[in-house]
């Protein structure tokens, strides 16, 4: 397993426990003790963890793990609700897409529909995801429009006032939401309040919102509101939502695409 991997399965563990040990870790990947431990030192020096006696605890109470250090994760499932949501799109239409996983796949998978590789443009897509106008800037059938504003290192995204005039400006056909979780009492959240704050104008801006979220989001809460169930048209998620969860969510008014 190379470093970068080994790097990225032990801050996701880190994640998910909240605390881990040498020991524990070092059976987990089946690597040195010695590894773990020089793992956990440069992990440390980057401000990715704390160190403690005999092993690392998660930086700070509500973390969230940067994107550049996120593995391929339920990553059929996030390509399967990418390729359903990127199918909601019509060709001519202005699309908006905030940061994040699912949103990145729902980028790529419409950058190879094939009704969309000609248009004056084919499609406008507005984000304040660096990672993705990077990744679809090079179609020039799409026109790209990036929002102003400070790179959030964690999530590639734009935020502050300078994307708010931007927004301000634009109308959306369609607005697609990566979130870290959805919930029917208290709707679609992130970790980071500045994120939800320009990820609520694309809601605002757009005729219809689309929820983009893999199961294990669902019925979850986090610190950052975006916006309420009420404002979401449609969910897309995998086929393993609990059923219970998706009747509370259809009895709401969300339509839920399981795929």
């Not at 990077?134 to 020039?140: D, F, G, I, K, T």
Request: charged content about 25%; hydrophobic content about 45%.
């Amino acid at each position: 397993m190379s470093r970068d991997a080994r790097w990225k399965a032990l801050l996701e563990l880190l994640v998910e426990r909240g605390r881990l040990d040498v020991e524990e870790a070092a059976a987990e990947l089946a690597v040195s003790a010695a590894t773990i431990r020089r793992d956990f030192d440069q992990l440390a020096e980057q401000q990715m963890l704390v160190r403690t006696r005999g092993g690392a605890v998660v930086h700070g109470v509500s973390y969230e793990l940067p994107l550049r250090y996120k593995t391929a994760r339920r990553a059929s499932e996030k390509q399967r609700i990418a390729k359903a949501v990127a199918e909601l799109v019509a060709p001519g239409e202005a699309v908006g897409l905030t940061g994040g996983t699912t949103t990145t796949e729902v980028a790529r998978a419409l950058a190879v529909r094939g009704d969309l590789s000609t248009g004056s443009p084919a499609l406008t897509v507005v984000t304040n995801a660096l990672n993705i106008a990077n990744e679809l800037a090079v179609r020039p059938q799409f026109k790209i429009v990036v929002t102003g504003g400070v790179a959030r290192a964690q999530s590639y995204e734009l935020i502050g006032p300078l994307a708010d005039g931007v927004l301000s400006q634009i109308t959306l056909d369609m607005a697609v939401l990566g979130v870290v979780g959805f919930d029917v009492a208290h709707g679609a959240a992130a970790h980071d309040e500045a994120e939800a704050a320009i990820n609520r104008l694309l809601c605002e801006r757009a005729e219809r919102v689309v929820v983009a979220a893999d199961s294990s989001k669902l019925g979850r809460r986090a610190f950052a509101r975006i916006c309420g169930t009420e404002l979401v048209d449609t969910l897309v998620t995998d086929s393993t939502a609990e059923p219970e969860t998706v009747r509370r969510l259809e009895e709401a008014g969300v339509r839920v695409l399981a795929v």
